[in-house]
């Protein structure tokens, strides 16, 4: 059963660094995508990959601060997270787009609608 777990989340400083992790069973065969939600907010599409790893997509607003990779050995997405700003704040989720499979394909992340099976979430704070 497809259950993704995230960790690595945390209280960091504004202009530091986190690595998230996304995992579960038999994550290699499936594309992968990065939310987060702010109190108050919509859920919002970060970053995907497919599961190859040759079809990335990112939000502008993280583009050149967040790199989304994976290793398939180990069913493993990360999300690595630099120069963070408070406005980063939020729980982040991964999501696997099972009834999607192409979905990285698209130039931009596609919303939270087009994914079906979800990890319950991990907190990132960022402040001083």
């Known amino acids: 059963q497809l259950r993704p777990v995230e960790s690595g989340g945390g209280l960091v400083q504004p202009g530091g660094s986190l690595r998230l992790t996304c995992t579960t069973s038999?994550?290699?065969?499936?594309?992968v995508g990065w939310f987060r939600q702010a109190a108050g907010y919509d859920r919002e599409a970060i970053s995907c990959m497919s599961s190859s790893g040759q079809e990335t997509n990112y939000l502008d607003s993280v583009k050149g601060r967040f790199t989304i990779s994976r290793d398939n050995a180990k069913n493993m997405v990360y999300l690595q997270m630099d120069s963070l700003k408070p406005e980063d704040s939020a729980v982040y989720y991964c999501a696997l787009p099972v009834l999607n499979p192409s979905i990285c394909s698209k130039d931009a992340p596609s919303p939270a609608r087009d994914y079906d099976h979800w990890g319950q979430g991990t907190q990132v704070t960022v402040s001083s």
């Open positions: 038999g994550l290699e065969y499936y594309a």
